[in-house]
């Protein structure tokens, strides 16, 4: 059919994960449990860090904006996927997934960036403490949370206009569960190979650049963690890191394999972005918790002085 012929598309098909249905109820339960975990996750650890002045500190201040980003950014996919779960027609309109493509990407490209943030805080805590509240000011946290913020903006601005700027006529159906670049520049009715290029140099600048900076950030900590006396000191830091770094792994790793990698099988695109757009958001309130001291004190505290009022 010629390209004259051709109607513009007005909204997309989302195949989905599955067509079958007993797998469509199961997928549905257990991404309404990942969903409900994620809200109250992250907003019983925001709520811990607002009330415990303890909990008043750079690194918690950090964490308190990826709880944000991590709530924004999995209401903006999982709602949708829901309802589609249990609709035969999975459409959405243009607009609709012109709006989730722009926000998906601002909340999961300021992940990138306040992660990469959050390893120079805990570099500069464990290789340099003298010196650390000299230069982790609120002043100086405050604007690097901007700056984090702002990257989001910047990425998906330019993702977002490169990828919706393409002609998008016949083919409406997206293999895949959210409108995301890639899977949205195999429908289009154009050349893609300059689109796919900006989506590619921005994955330079808000995964690649990030993660190198987190690695550098791990090797200084290792260095400095050796050369400890104390096994105990030795073992406080590699806790205290070690959320941080699972977290990283998960994220990046699963972003970096279809926004980095040649164009890999359909299935196996929409398989991986399970990870950082579902399951991720739930780990990171999950994992910061259980492996927290400070944040398991402040719950208990929290839970008695409800408990005592209560009484």
């Not at 750079?58 to 309802?83: E, G, K, R």
């Amino acid at each position: 059919m010629s390209q004259a012929n051709q109607t513009w598309v007005t909204e997309f098909f989302l195949l989905g994960l599955s067509d079958d249905p007993q797998t469509q109820l199961l997928l549905f339960v257990l991404f309404l449990a990942v969903y409900l975990g994620t809200i109250l996750g992250n907003l019983l650890l925001t709520s811990l860090v607002l009330l415990d002045s303890q909990l008043h500190t750079p690194m918690y201040f950090f964490l308190c904006n990826l709880s944000l980003a991590d709530l924004c950014f999995s209401t903006t996919i999982v709602p949708q996927t829901l309802i589609h779960m249990l609709s035969r027609k999975k459409l959405i309109s243009f607009t609709g997934c012109a709006a989730q493509l722009l926000l998906s990407l601002f909340f999961g490209c300021t992940q990138c960036s306040l992660l990469a943030v959050m390893s120079y805080d805990r570099y500069l805590a464990i290789c340099d403490p003298m010196h650390y509240p000299l230069i982790m000011t609120w002043r100086v946290c405050g604007l690097l949370a901007l700056a984090c913020w702002s990257s989001g903006v910047l990425v998906s601005m330019v993702d977002s206009a490169f990828t919706l700027h393409l002609p998008y006529q016949g083919d409406n159906r997206i293999s895949h569960f959210i409108c995301e670049p890639p899977a949205l520049l195999v429908v289009a009715s154009a050349d893609t190979h300059s689109s796919e290029m900006a989506v590619f140099l921005m994955g330079v600048v808000i995964l690649l650049a990030p993660i190198s900076l987190i690695m550098i950030s791990y090797v200084c900590i290792i260095m400095s963690v050796v050369k400890m006396k104390t096994a105990s000191g030795r073992l406080k830091a590699f806790s205290t890191c070690g959320s941080h770094l699972i977290v990283v792994i998960i994220f990046y790793g699963s972003a970096i394999i279809n926004y980095m990698t040649p164009r890999s099988s359909k299935e196996r695109g929409k398989m991986v972005s399970v990870f950082y757009t579902v399951i991720n958001p739930m780990l990171n309130p999950l994992i910061y918790s259980l492996r927290n001291k400070d944040v398991k004190r402040a719950f208990w505290n929290a839970a008695n002085r409800k408990l005592f009022c209560s009484t």
